[in-house]
């Protein structure tokens, strides 16, 4: 018994999808042109507002420094949040009720809270309680480990209830105690499993790094946008510019991480291939 989940549409259906798309095409070059002629008449394509982006000091006073500190954040949020999501995607499955609970409440939390929030409150609310000063660095990283680790958590934790129950019972007859099962055959295949749900959320992490513009870090946003344009007076070029480089960013992120999955799904392959060659002498034997 079969059951149909798709339809191909008939000849009516694809004509009403072609007539749809060229209208909706048709619609987006309008608004483009709309846009354009607007950004013109207020002179945002004079020659002048863009010539900045030909000299070197402008990249390397303002874009290229803005581009380090956002990377820097970036990289160590996410390191941070991956670690956070795995430590806490684990505790939320413990047998242990005392465990399971706080780290439920603590992810829960975290992934209400607005991200803008949580860097406002520990750069300037911390303080009071650490009585010592955060710099705006750890602000805005602490506050990206936190919301990304939490929902990244939740992604872990979907992860590993998605593996087959066979494979841990299979472990535990074994004799492998629960932190081997989760170490070795759980966490493992959860992050294959779930790996563009992953490199999604760290997307949007770098993305967010922008938010650090609220306490003052010079990232790229501040650095690119507000520097530059406050000394050539061309937020528009500034804004497409700088938009432009996070484009070109996340592209590449997005494309590498489409590069690991192919490489760890051809690692799969090969691991079962290798098994069963190695499975059919010990069952002639």
Known sequence: MTSILYDHPGPK??????ILSVVFGV??????????????????WAAEKWQPYTESSTWVNFILPGLWATLTAAATAMVLALAFGIVFAVARLSDRKWIRVPAGALVEFFRAVPLLLMIFFVFYGLPYVTSGRITSFWALVIGLTLYNGSVLAEAFRAGIRAVPKGQSE????MGLRKAQVMQLILIPQAARAMLPVIVSQLVVLLKDTALGYIIAYPELLQKGVNEVAGNFANVVAAAIVVALVFIVINASLTYLAGRLERWTAQRGVRASRQAAAASVPAAQG
Request: charged residues 20%; glycine residues 8%.
């Open 13 to 18: 259906a694809r004509r009403r999808n072609v």
């Open 27 to 44: 619609a987006l070059v309008g608004l483009i042109y709309y846009i354009y002629r607007r950004f013109d008449a207020t002179g945002q």
């Open 170 to 173: 299979a472990a535990y007859a």
